[in-house]
């Protein structure tokens, strides 16, 4: 079945304390982007990226770091989280060139104390 | 579930009724649009899309129409069932490929 998975579902952390968020597909996407999605804000994203090993920052990158080492996984990098970052996460990916529609993970919840 | 639906536009429909919800884009390079339905506890999940050179295109239950002059899209839903619940975003793609999102809109569906 072609999805996005993301793990873990559910984290609740402590401030400072150093956090992945992983995210995998199995489409063969070269398009992957994290968004976080708070009340009234809609999806925001955070970073994105074209391809292997090419990341770029979205509209709200500060607090967070990926990497694009396979083709497959995009892992999302809290490295001090704060309260500030509780939210809900998604994962996303798409074929490229051609704009065609995200394909979304079900979501990581943080909670961050 | 997941809440995503505070302070966001609210559109009650009874069952069966036919639903639109609009949305407002804001760059007129834009040239390809997409509706997502969110369901409580998901991810968004494609519905339809549309290129900049149609202006309707229709699916199961599902029309979208696109006015280019006004920068207007809107998403139809025929005969709308309980199971449509949920919010619904647009997202507009411009040439830079990055796309951005509405912030949405709720559906309730009343039986």
């Known amino acids: 079945e072609a999805q996005v998975t993301q793990n873990p579902r559910y984290l609740i952390t402590v401030t400072g304390k150093k956090l992945t968020v992983t995210c995998s597909q199995n489409?063969?996407?070269?398009?992957m982007s994290w968004y976080r999605q708070d009340p009234g804000l809609g999806l925001r994203q955070i970073y994105y990226?074209?391809?292997?090993?090419?990341?770029d920052k979205g509209d709200v990158p500060e607090g967070y770091k990926v990497s694009r080492k396979e083709k497959r996984n995009f892992p999302l990098i809290l490295e001090s989280p704060s309260p500030n970052q509780t939210s809900l996460y998604f994962c996303?990916?798409?074929?490229?060139?051609?704009?065609?529609?995200?394909?979304f993970g079900n979501g990581t919840r943080l909670t961050v104390t | 579930g997941e809440s995503v639906g505070l302070h966001l536009p609210t559109l009650s429909v009874q069952e069966g009724d036919n639903s639109i919800i609009n949305c407002a884009y804001s760059?007129?390079?834009?040239?390809?649009f997409i509706w997502y339905k969110q369901e409580s506890g998901k991810g968004p999940q494609f519905i339809i899309d549309?290129?900049?050179?149609?202006d309707k295109r229709q699916g199961q239950r599902v029309t979208v129409l696109l006015n280019k002059t006004v920068k207007h899209l809107s998403l139809q839903i025929a005969a709308t069932q309980p199971g449509d619940s949920a919010v619904y975003f647009c997202?507009?793609?411009?040439?830079?490929?990055?796309?951005?999102f509405g912030r949405g809109t709720s559906l309730i569906v009343h039986p």
């Open positions: 549309i290129r900049s050179n149609m």
């Open positions: 760059n007129s390079a834009s040239d390809y």
């Open positions: 997202a507009e793609n411009p040439p830079s490929y990055i796309p951005t």
């Open positions: 990226s074209m391809n292997v090993e090419v990341t």
């Open positions: 489409m063969n996407h070269e398009y």
């Open positions: 996303a990916s798409s074929l490229k060139p051609e704009p065609s529609p995200l394909h």
